[in-house]
């Protein structure tokens, strides 16, 4: 499988490590932050700089678990932020892209879990502020929207070596959305918009689609980590995880968990039926411009290859 995505080599007493259990103590993000304020007429932007590493710094530096990890066991994600709106002074409105990657067993290669666009990013930030964030109430706008991305990267990242092993980290996720609700900043709340932060929640906690995320482990780690074993029984196992992810669209259409998942492996699904046999390739291809069709055009080239 050649894909072109960031690359981790890891060995095989560290991977069965990072499915069993965590050892040592470094935090468990390893996460970039990137603040483009392109359309911000400012003239001395280093706010955005300071932006950046204080963000990083809340993500990175704390411990969202109990559980322990090595350097090297870190999750990779980034998140891009776009500064759309200067509301006043300190106030910003903003579109987010939100990234987390894990890597697949003996291979150079990472797979995409999470590629989500929020862009309904309301906050308050001055220079060097303190980033406090509590799970029990309701601090602030900014740091409830890095700590629900921790927990949604945490949930993903779990639930892709063990099954439904994200859940805690999700339910924790609902928990911010609940705190926030009051507040009355956009995303929390089910009105307005149906792709929003509390419908990611609500589908990652709810049990209508729960058996997305049972496929999220059959996808990475029943099938993506043997592909070099037997690639066709990888692709076909993924085609079972597709065949449960159309049922479940046919009868809960224009979900966010599921527009989700096909925005992460959109790429990596063209590359891994690429390789596949006519007759595979054919069901994958049904499959997939059936569960979104608006990327025919993407999924076309599994036939051309």
Known sequence: ????????????SLFATTILFHSSSAQELNCSVRVNADQIALSDKRIFT??????????????????????VER??????????????????????????ARPIYNTNYESILLNFADREWQFDYTESQPMDFVETRFENNLTSLLAYYAFIVLGFDYDSFSE?????????????VTEAQP???????????????????????????????????????LALDTYLENTPDAQQKILEVLTHLKQLNDRNPSQILITA?????????????????????????????????????????????
């Not at 998140?79 to 002074?89: E, F």
């Not at 492996?265 to 006519?278: F, H, M, Q, R, W």
């Open 1 to 12: 499988m050649t894909l072109s995505m960031r690359y981790w080599n890891i060995s095989a």
């Open 50 to 71: 300071d932006m950046e590493t204080s963000f990083e710094q809340f993500l990175n530096s704390r411990k969202w678990t109990t559980d322990t990890y090595r350097q």
């Open 75 to 100: 999750i990779k994600c980034n998140i891009n932020v776009t500064i759309d709106k200067m509301v006043s002074i300190g106030t910003y409105e903003a579109t987010v892209q939100i990234q987390s």
């Open 164 to 176: 439904l092993g994200g859940t805690p980290f999700f339910n924790k996720a609902m928990n911010v």
């Open 183 to 221: 507040s009355n900043f956009l995303g929390w709340s089910p009105q307005r918009s149906n792709r929003n932060r509390y419908w990611l929640a609500q589908n990652l906690t709810g049990q209508a689609l729960e058996e997305i995320r049972q496929g999220i482990y059959t996808y990475h780690r």
């Open 261 to 305: 998942f096909v925005d992460a492996k959109t790429d990596e699904l063209v590359n891994i039926y690429g390789d596949a046999s006519p007759n595979v390739k054919r069901q994958a291809h049904s499959l997939l411009i059936s569960i979104d069709p608006a990327k025919k055009n993407r999924f076309d080239k599994i036939l051309q290859n």
